[in-house]
Nanobody, 127 residues
């Protein structure tokens, strides 16, 4: 069982930066790949980034590539999402999720590939 708690959201102007954190409970954190997703009102939950269990591999949605960076500290049971050059279209509730490797093309982009979810943190980018 893994419990996830996000923090670090808030209101920022376009062009600004935020760093989201996701703290995990449980001794199995280091065995899970971690993902960040976001959901804007009226939209489906969409993939943002994923990092492998040992931090060696990262994946990004095209819309955030070059602006966002996912990282993790297994000693602290925490995963991070550094968000730079924020745009109004980045406004959403951001969720972290834990899930193990699955088969299929781009499986990590699917919310159904993740077993555990946090409660979300709101990010609002003003223009």
């Amino acid at each position: 069982q893994v419990q996830l708690v996000e923090s670090g959201g808030g209101l920022v102007q376009a062009g600004g930066s935020l760093r989201l954190s996701c703290a995990a409970s449980g001794r199995t954190f280091s065995t899970y790949g971690m993902g960040w997703f976001r959901q804007a009102p009226g939209n489906e939950r969409e993939f943002v980034a994923r990092i492998s269990s040992n931090g060696g591999s990262t994946y990004y949605a095209d819309s955030v590539k070059g602006r966002f960076t996912i990282s993790r500290d297994n000693a602290k049971n925490t995963v991070y999402l550094q968000m730079n050059s924020l745009k109004p279209e980045d406004t959403a509730v951001y969720y972290c999720a834990a899930g193990r490797v699955q088969s299929g093309v781009s499986w990590y982009r699917l919310p159904t590939s993740y077993d555990y979810w946090g409660q979300g943190t709101q990010v609002t980018v003003s223009s």
